[in-house]
């Protein structure tokens, strides 16, 4: 059999029980007769040697005298196809586990593996990858890389990356662009929906006249009486909406947020200074929104707030993690997104050095690669920044640096900017590090927001149609020409991180997923009572959009 790409190499190397690196890989196929080039390559390789590394590639390319190592791969730019094995090397130290390895199964005594919507079906099950001492099996079962599936099947694409795109040069004029766009694409969800007037021509209306209008939050208030007032704003002024507190509407008053953009609808009082609402319409995601499923059965894990570099970041849990995704149980892993927070960073919180293990940024960085080195080759890594990354704070935040990039290269991961949109095999996922959650939680009622229930938090921004709607408080707005943060289409699934939280379930049938982290309690979060959900990997079947979450911790 011909070896004409990647994939086909990585099958070979599998099936002969190498591991390789994705650039090795990249290097062999680059030539111009791989087959020959990898089985020359393996005759010179250590006898101890489990992963063909780029080093053995370019010793034997040295030699050859028919080498053709001109014709250079930019690995950025390789089809997803191609990648290095997957099949474990016997190394695993975190593979074995002292603890039971059953007794799993649906955890009712752990609140925050659950899925408070019953529309997903059996994803609560948190089940403990099976404990094994020695090398995974995976041959037989499986063919080709350790995926079990042609590589040749996957889609990846990428929508929404700003990296490289910003145009915001932090002038006054530029906030009033971004609010600008929000309201005019966000409103242009709603004004199908209502008869709407501008600001100031509903002013000069007659009193008792039926009115309209879209606009952003600019206030909300309560008056003397219980009943609430809330001034909605457009491109000509204000206009002071009155929400009667025995009306069904008054319920929803606490779930608005400052400048988030939505439409009312009600009776002018007689002076015409002031509305009695009638009707609120948020832009929302269409009940009958219907998601889009994969063809085949593959699955994507989603994690975020990795934290290597930090004294709590878990290594034994995320090396049973890599492990896991190593055995056949994982065989039709084939994507991983990571939502954030890759490293700890450094000065992000007041006395956060007291709790670093790598202080220096760049060395966390390095040390983050060599986890990336962990995961099989032959899974699709997308990751987005966060606010402990090296990247500046305020949103959108652009994908990494060509230097950070460089660092992180093992992987060949998709590095774009938070929040972005991949789309896989038809399914779209909204990529969100999730500083906003803060915010949201902070400002709504308990029961309609809480770090237990962070996919509830989720809901409001699906709602709101907008990532990160409040402007001043947590969350950090780059002054823009365009907004990046608005959610122009309904995602499939919107996956966010940040909160440490472990939590998922469906809004108008889109799977919303936050992804717990890999740092055990931090003194911060000791401090104020946060117990996060740590060492936990929530997988997407991505033909169902059913959830199970495996268990590393
Ligand atoms: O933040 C993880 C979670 O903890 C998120 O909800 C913010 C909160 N957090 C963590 N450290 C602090 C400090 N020092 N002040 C305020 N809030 C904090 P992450 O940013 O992902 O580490
Ligand atoms: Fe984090
Ligand atoms: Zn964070």
């Not at 766009?181 to 209306?205: C, F, W, Y």
């Not at 939050?217 to 009486?225: F, G, H, I, L, Y």
Request: aromatic fraction near 6%; glycine fraction near 8%.
């Amino acid at each position: 059999m011909p070896l004409e790409g990647p994939a086909r190499i990585v099958s070979e190397l599998t099936s002969r029980g190498y591991n390789a690196e994705r650039e090795a890989v990249t290097r062999i196929a680059a030539t111009e007769n791989p087959a020959t080039t990898l089985e020359a390559v393996l005759e010179d390789l250590p006898d101890d040697a489990l992963v063909v590394r780029s080093e053995h590639v370019d010793s034997f390319l040295e030699r050859a005298p028919v080498s053709d190592g001109a014709r250079t791969t930019d690995p950025s730019e390789s089809s997803i196809d191609d990648g290095s094995d997957s099949r474990k090397s016997p190394t695993g130290d975190g593979s074995s586990s002292s603890e039971s390895s059953t007794g799993d199964g649906p955890d009712s005594g752990e609140p925050s593996i659950r899925n408070t919507s019953a529309s997903t079906g059996d994803e609560q099950s948190t089940s403990r990858p099976t404990a094994t001492g020695g090398p995974v099996e995976t041959k037989g079962d499986l063919e080709g890389s350790g995926r079990s599936a042609d590589p040749l099947e996957r889609s990846l694409e990428i929508a929404g990356d700003m990296t490289g795109e910003s145009t915001g040069t932090g002038e006054y004029g530029d906030f009033v662009s971004v609010f600008r766009d929000r309201l005019e694409r966000l409103g242009s969800k709603l004004r199908g929906r209502v008869n709407h007037r501008p600001a100031t021509a509903i002013q000069s209306m007659p009193g008792g006249s039926e009115a309209g209008m879209v606009g952003l939050v600019n206030d909300v208030r309560s008056t003397a009486s219980g009943h609430w007032l809330i001034e909605l704003e457009d491109a000509t002024g204000t206009f002071p909406w009155l929400v009667m507190k025995d009306r069904e509407y008054a319920d929803l008053v606490d779930e608005l947020l400052y400048d988030e953009v939505l439409a009312m609808e009600g009776t002018l009082a007689d002076d015409s200074g002031i509305a009695f609402v009638d009707s609120m319409y948020f832009p929302d995601v269409p009940r009958t929104h219907e998601p889009t499923t994969a063809d085949r059965h593959v699955q994507a894990a989603l994690i975020s707030d990795v934290h290597v570099g930090s004294q709590e970041f878990m290594s034994e849990a995320w090396n049973r993690f890599a492990d896991w995704l190593h055995t056949s149980e994982a065989q039709h892993v084939e994507y991983l997104l990571i939502a954030g927070d890759m490293v700890e960073g450094v000065g992000v919180y007041p006395n956060q050095d007291e709790e670093l293990d790598v202080v220096d940024i760049y060395e966390q960085y390095e040390a983050f690669n060599e986890r990336l080195k962990q995961v099989p080759g032959d899974i699709e890594i997308v990751m987005i920044p966060g606010n402990h990354d090296a990247v500046r704070l305020a949103e959108p935040q652009p994908g990494f640096d060509e230097e950070l990039r460089g660092i992180m290269s093992a992987h060949d991961a998709r590095i774009v900017s938070n929040p972005s949109t991949v789309t896989l095999e038809g399914v779209s996922v909204l990529m969100y590090h999730g500083v906003s959650l803060d915010e949201v939680i902070a400002e709504l009622p308990e029961e309609k927001a809480s770090y237990d229930d962070p996919h509830r938090a989720m809901y409001q921004l699906l709602k709101k149609r907008h990532v990160a709607p409040q402007f001043g408080g947590h969350t950090r707005l780059a002054p823009e020409e365009k907004d990046y943060l608005i959610m122009e289409e309904v995602p499939d699934i919107f996956h966010t991180g940040h909160v440490h939280k472990l939590g998922f379930g469906k809004y108008h049938n889109v799977l919303a997923i936050n992804s717990g982290c890999w740092q055990s309690q931090t003194d911060f979060q000791k401090s104020v009572n946060i117990q996060p959900d740590a060492g936990f990997a929530p997988i997407v079947d991505l033909d169902t959009l059913n959830v199970t979450v495996q268990k590393f911790s």
